[in-house]
């Protein structure tokens, strides 16, 4: 029966190709397994291991080369050196994939900073009842078929609810239902939902600017978030906004029928 060789182990693998000389650089596994072997039980034989190594690398040493031979080996990269080009690391998909996902977040840094650049005290409310009027469903609001401009008084005279009026470009628009109700950051809101493309009105009260002051502004001033896009105007310290699901596109028409 023939003997089973067993495979060597790792550090017989590394002391096969072990160094011969002591420069630093050597890493710590091959340092271990040298070290072994000259304090264990083979180390007469890594010993003379190494002295034959050592005297072949001295014998190769002291072989005379030719001049020619030797301006040869001087002139050459015996390691080429590759280099690659510019156009090499641009075509590298990692650097492209890289590069679009900089881009994307340059992009949406940049629409936020658009987004709020023109911003006017009581935007963030604004934009905070826009999610308001897409989460609601009409039935959460009490039924009342009457139109939008007739509801300052109701509001006045059930809610306390001073100069909540509708402007004169939606004051017409049929209402479906209406409530009032408190926000924790917005405060006291009037919520209109009326017939004209499922619209819906919501007046609140504005918001003090850097020095503490209330001013009002005629024009239309516009917010949009997922989808929803306000149309703001500010009179008398109270906010109104016409509010649907679509773009600024779609507001547009009511706001410039006064002009007409």
Known sequence: MKEERSMPDKSELLLGCAPITEKPGIDRAMRVAINRARHGKKAATFGHQQAFDAAIAKLVRDIPVDAE??????????????????????????????????????????????????????????????????????????????????????FFLKHRLEHYDVPSEFAEFRTLGTRVFDDDEVRRVAQIWIKEKRMQFFLFPAEPDKDGKVTDFSDWRFVELEGWTGAVTQRNGVCFMAALHGGEKDLRPYLDKKKQ
């Open 69 to 154: 031979i030797a301006e040869w080996f001087a002139k050459e990269n015996l390691v080429p050196v590759v280099r690659h080009g510019w156009k090499r690391i641009v075509r590298n998909p990692v650097v492209i994939a890289i590069a679009i996902a900089l881009l994307v977040i340059g992009a949406v840094a940049s629409y936020r900073v658009y987004e709020h650049f023109h911003d006017f005290p009581g935007a963030d409310k604004a934009r905070r009842l826009l999610t308001v009027g897409a989460s609601n469903r009409s039935v959460l609001l009490d039924p009342l078929q009457t139109d939008a401009g007739a509801l300052s008084d109701l």
